[in-house]
């Protein structure tokens, strides 16, 4: 298969992608339950609490398993009194997160933006190297944005002091916070990710920035001001509810001072609770039986697997970003409609295969103890041509080895019953980059392929069209790439057409054009206008039909019943 590419980073990463799919298929599903209750004291506000005990003994998550069994909790609990045992009162304190280092940054960006990772560092590289703000010219906005150190510098700090004092007051600055980098071989000379002066606000720049930048920028001052900014104060209170065997568990919080949570307003969910005392008597307006069902472990987004590199330690900070970019390319993983990261059939092949005959390339523990191994070689304390002596060797040895052992077509190919359509040979399904599909064992004589699984129908579908060569009525075909349209009169007319299927949405940019559901070279689907190239209307996500009432644009889907404005910089 050309375009593949196989190395101790990206393979270990395609290995920890292929290996979390093979869990969410290994998944089974359980059913269970939980129990709610809404209680309130004479004429206060109502609050919800949760069963969290019977007879002593803690429910748990998967205490409750059946409707039978949750029915007769139900039952029992309409006869019970239900009493006040216990009141917690605590004041906490919640500091600021500490400033973005690369890792954390392609994470955060990710979650809370939608930023791929690739996407964070070249929007953060234009920061870094400059926009030009009027008078002042070319200014950089950011640090380097490749470091994993979480230092910040005295004069920024002292800045950051300044301007927290002149804007919200003395008393939500903290005078001063320094953090300490835990990662091990944290290049200290470089700082944390910050902007270069706090008085460049996000607001300010807001104009001159694009959306995108805007939103990195935005995203990466409020966190490192933040880190200099006082601890938010909480009042925390924990109730105990008693109703005979059944024990209910309450939990409430208020903000009493907002310190850095000002930067922040939505972070902190505030559930304040009436003024409760122990023996109170209380009433419970509804028991709220709820079935739940256990999810399979989640796929990967960039957050995530960003996140289990750096847990894993395989990588660099600036390796990961290109690193996912190089395994998406390759066609060994897509992104899905929940842009989460999926794995192709190339991919398990091509990790299975790695698995099976170079175990160590693949393995966890050898990609991290060879990157602490270089790390040693870059500050002096090992020599390199020992370590690459003892890798190489034996690494050469086993691939000498394995070019005698290992067929590629054991690995591409499989027998089949099929016989080929137009000479009659035998087909063998194959492996390309786009998946498996028929081929003929008479190759290069005979090229013909068929999809799997019975996607070509035996008869072709005829369609409401004409082909404009030849006048014959066209036909709707299957084939690796997905639905065509192809002449009826094939092999003396050989013309074909890209299929589309309708959404019945009209195009809100041309006006005139329609939204159809395509699918990429890569067989991603996506929606695109039907007046190509006229209108470059396109977008992942399937229109719902209905527009924006803010800015007017196509709204989308983005899961089982939600929805989101198409338009990325309409919030």
Avoid at 38 to 67: A, D, R, Y
Avoid at 170 to 197: C, D, F, L, W
Avoid at 303 to 312: G, R
Avoid at 489 to 501: D, H
Wanted: glycine content about 6%.
């Amino acid at each position: 298969v050309r375009g593949l590419s196989a190395g101790r980073v990206q393979s270990v990463t395609v290995r920890l992608v292929v290996e979390k799919e093979r869990e969410i298929q290994a998944f089974k599903t359980e059913e269970y339950w939980s129990i709610t209750g809404n209680f309130s004291k004479e004429k206060s506000q109502e609050f919800e609490g949760k069963l969290s005990s019977i007879s002593g003994k803690n429910v748990g998550k998967m205490g409750l398993k059946t409707k039978k069994q949750v029915d007769e909790i139900v039952d029992n609990l309409k006869k019970e009194t239900y009493i006040v045992s216990s009141v917690q009162k605590k004041k906490a304190k919640k500091s600021p997160p500490p400033p973005f280092t690369t890792s954390t940054l392609q994470q955060k960006a990710n979650q809370s933006l939608g930023f791929s990772a690739k996407q964070t560092m070249s929007t953060a590289q234009k920061l870094y190297e400059g926009i030009k703000l009027g008078s002042q010219g070319m200014t950089g906005l950011i640090t380097y944005m490749r470091t994993d150190s979480l230092n910040i510098s005295e004069k920024f700090i002292s800045e950051a002091v300044d301007f927290i004092e002149k804007e919200y007051g003395k008393k939500y600055s903290s005078g001063g916070r320094r953090y300490k980098t835990k990662s091990k071989g944290a290049q200290e000379a470089h700082e944390a990710i910050r902007p270069t002066n706090a008085k460049y606000t996000p607001e300010s720049l807001k104009n001159i920035l694009t959306p995108q930048q805007y939103r990195l920028y935005n995203l990466i001052w409020r966190r490192t001001v933040a880190t200099q900014m006082s601890e938010a104060t909480l009042d925390k209170t924990i109730i105990d509810i008693d109703a005979g065997k059944y024990s209910f568990h309450v939990n409430g919080q208020i903000i009493t001072f907002d310190g850095w949570l000002k930067l922040y307003p939505k972070l902190t969910k505030e559930d304040s609770l009436p003024e409760i005392e122990v023996k109170d008597k209380l009433k419970c307006s509804k028991v709220n039986p709820l079935q739940h069902f256990t999810e399979p472990p989640a796929r990967y987004s960039d957050a995530t697997l960003v996140k289990a590199l750096e847990e894993h330690e395989i990588g660099r900070p600036s390796t990961y970003a290109p690193t996912i970019a190089t395994i998406e390319s390759r066609g060994y993983v897509f992104r899905n409609e929940a842009k989460k990261l999926e794995p192709t059939e190339i991919a398990f092949t091509v990790n299975d295969l790695l698995v099976n005959h170079f175990p160590d390339i693949v393995d966890l523990s050898f990609t991290a103890e060879m990157e602490n191994d270089l790390d040693k070689v870059a500050e002096g304390k090992k020599e390199w041509i020992p370590l690459i002596r003892n890798f190489y060797k034996p690494f050469h040895k086993n691939l000498e080895l394995k070019n005698k052992e290992v067929d590629k077509k054991d690995i591409t190919e499989e027998k089949s019953t099929e016989k080929c359509p137009k000479c009659k040979s035998s087909m063998v399904v194959k492996l390309g980059r786009f998946g498996k599909f028929l081929a003929c064992t008479n190759y290069p004589e005979c090229k013909t392929t068929k999809p799997l699984d019975g996607e070509e129908k035996e008869e072709a579908e005829t369609v409401d069209e004409r082909c404009e060569k030849c006048g014959q009525t066209m036909a709707l075909k299957h084939g690796r790439f997905g639905a065509f349209l192809g002449c009826s009169g094939y092999p003396e007319c050989k013309n074909i057409k890209s299929f589309a299927k309708s959404t019945g949405v009209k195009c809100d940019k041309c006006k005139t054009g329609e939204i159809v559901e395509k699918k990429s070279k890569k067989g991603r689907t996506f929606f695109a206008c039907d007046q190509y190239p006229k209108c470059e209307n396109a977008l992942w996500n399937k229109p719902t039909g209905k527009k924006c009432p803010k800015c007017k644009s196509l709204m989308v889907e983005v899961g089982k019943d939600k929805t989101k404005c198409s338009n990325k910089d309409c919030k």
